[in-house]
């Protein structure tokens, strides 16, 4: 069982920088590849980001590539999402998982956190 709970977001301009952080709950979190998700208002939830359990692989959306910086830190049970150059855009509920395969999928989800960037 992992427990996760997200934190980090808020209002920025667009341009700005946030760090969202999620801190894990369990002793299996470091057996975990861990993943960012987003949810804009009237759209599907859509993968952002990734991270293999010992951090040495990441994997991004196209749409965050180059702004966005996944990492972890198993020592904490903590991953983050470093989100650079922000745009109106990327305004979502950010959710992080645990996760497994190469399609992403969440055994775990945590609560979210909001990111608005306005223009």
């Known amino acids: 069982q992992v427990q996760l709970v997200e934190s980090g977001g808020g209002l920025v301009q667009a341009g700005g920088s946030l760090r969202l952080s999620c801190a894990a709950s369990?002793?299996?979190?470091?057996?975990?590849?861990m993943g960012w998700f987003r949810q804009a208002p009237g759209k599907e939830r859509e993968f952002v980001a990734a991270i293999s359990w010992s951090g040495g692989s990441t994997y991004y959306a196209d749409s965050v590539k180059g702004r966005f910086t996944i990492s972890r830190d198993n020592a904490k049970n903590t991953v983050y999402l470093q989100m650079n150059s922000l745009k109106p855009e990327d305004t979502a509920v950010y959710y992080c998982?645990?996760?497994?395969?190469?399609?992403?999928?969440?055994?775990?989800w945590g609560q979210g956190t909001q990111v608005t960037v306005s223009s």
């Open positions: 998982a645990a996760v497994h395969g190469s399609s992403w999928y969440a055994d775990y």
């Open positions: 369990g002793r299996t979190f470091s057996s975990y590849a």
